[in-house]
């Protein structure tokens, strides 16, 4: 889960909305979404509709967790449907 989470940092980076604030080194990822003119909690909501869970710590940070039993296809369409939801 720890590589999963490096994984989705260095891809997620690679979205200009989003900043990975903290290195991974653990399996959470916080990132910044200020640049994405919307609120961490409406991008939330919208990435739970499509069945990715990932929480909003204030109004711009995010908080992602990969679990160990989470493949890494399912962190390829989690980033998909990440970058599909910030434009």
């Known amino acids: 889960d720890h590589a999963n989470a490096r994984f989705m940092a260095e891809e ?10 903290h290195r991974v080194e653990t ?5 910044d979404i200020s ?3 919307m609120a961490a909690s409406e991008l939330s909501r919208k ?4 069945g990715v869970l990932i929480n909003p710590i204030d109004q711009r940070l995010l908080r992602l967790a990969t679990h ?3 493949p890494r296809a399912a962190c390829e369409r989690a980033l998909r449907v ?3 939801c910030l434009h």
Not at 12 to 21: D, G, K, L, S, Y
Not at 47 to 50: I, S, V
């Open 82 to 84: 990440i970058e599909e």
């Open 47 to 50: 990435l739970k509709e499509r």
């Open 27 to 31: 399996n959470l990822v916080i990132f």
């Open 12 to 21: 997620m980076a690679r979205i200009p909305a989003v900043r990975i604030v």
């Open 35 to 37: 640049a994405a003119g």
């Open 68 to 70: 160990h039993d989470a």
